[in-house]
């Protein structure tokens, strides 16, 4: 899979493109990640790529000119033109789902904005799908990229060390409710044992301990997931 990052602050990518797992499949060749610094389409002789609001109001807005002129030269530098991702706190929240959906893709375009967000042209002239992270704002779309990009690397095969993990987690395709607990040596710490069922070896016991965890943290904790697994559920009959 291919990630085209455009950004006014390349840096940030630095040592982000160059640790754990990422650095591991960029060595592997299962990823290749390009981060193209936005004020190289600026057009006039103090790289701006900003200005004031028309209408007035606090802040700058990023202008369209750039922006349009970048992803026009960076679209061909691979066959696919795979999909065109602004990130905005109006857009589509991330999720598990949609991560999934995104891991389909042959290469991934991100806009990361700043300052008081786009030129409304960007948007009608590019025609980018919008997601979020969620109800909050960030000071700028860099770190949603690197979200994505560390979502949905963990689907590519061969990315994990054991492909099934990405099948277990949260929220995942075979599990859409919370983990269930995980435990490792020592077996007794300050007073708190690790279940004698996960030392047991009955791998259906196991399995069956682990679904009832998973379920009753879920209860506890996010209950909206339940009640849209039923939903699914009833959809799917209909």
Known sequence: MRFDILTLFPEIFSGYLGESLLNKAIGKELVEAHVHNLRDWANDKHNRVDDRPFGG??????????????????????????????????????????????????????????????????????????????????????????????????LIPGVLGDEQSAVDDSFSEGNRLLEFPQYTRPREYRGLDVPEVLLGGNHQEILAWRKAQSLEKTKIRRADLLEKQADDANENKR
């Open 57 to 154: 109001g606090p802040g700058m807005v990023i202008r369209v000119q750039p922006v349009v002129e970048a992803i026009e030269q960076i679209r061909p530098l691979a066959p696919s033109p795979g999909r065109l991702i602004l990130l905005s706190p109006q857009g589509r929240t991330l999720d598990q789902p949609l991560v999934e959906e995104l891991a389909q893709e042959p290469r991934l375009t991100m806009i990361c904005g700043r300052y008081e967000g786009f030129d409304q042209r960007v948007i009608d002239l590019l025609q980018p799908e919008e997601i979020s992270l969620g109800d909050f704002v960030l000071n700028g779309g860099e770190v949603a990229a690197m979200a994505i990009i560390d979502t949905v690397i963990r």
